[in-house]
Nanobody, 117 residues
Framework: QALLTESGGGWVQPGGSLRLACAASKRVSVTSGMGWYRQAPGKERELVARILSGRPETSYADSVKGRFTISRDISSNTVYLQMNSLKPEDTAVYYC??????????WGQGTQVTVSS
């Protein structure tokens, strides 16, 4: 069973919104520092949003600041990424993992986000 399972991706037109979800298994607690990463074709994986361990503080890459919001629901052990005002350059496979240092064994399949008209 995967430790982290991402969902919610899809195709959306520029300016649209999507909400991604990352369901963690019982072996992973989302009270840890968690983050959303993305990898576009031909590019390295990058951290775009982060929520701190045990605290609600968040931080974002400049490219998504003001448009993306990370949150978590401890009761369901799930991390979310609300993405608004999407741009074609947001097209990528999105993953969740611990942050700021991801754990290699935690990588899931990711969820594809495609922004195009």
């Amino acid at each position: 069973q995967a430790l982290l399972t991402e969902s919610g991706g899809g195709w959306v037109q520029p300016g649209g919104s999507l909400r991604l979800a990352c369901a963690a298994s019982k072996r992973v607690s989302v009270t840890s520092g968690m983050g959303w990463y993305r990898q576009a074709p031909g590019k390295e994986r990058e951290l775009v949003a982060r929520i701190l361990s045990g605290r609600p503080e968040t931080s974002y890459a400049d490219s998504v600041k003001g448009r993306f919001t990370i949150s978590r629901d401890i009761s369901s052990n799930t991390v979310y990424l609300q993405m608004n005002s999407l741009k074609p350059e947001d097209t990528a496979v999105y993953y969740c993992n611990t942050a700021p240092t991801p754990r290699g064994t935690y990588w899931g399949q990711g969820t594809q986000v495609t922004v195009s008209s």
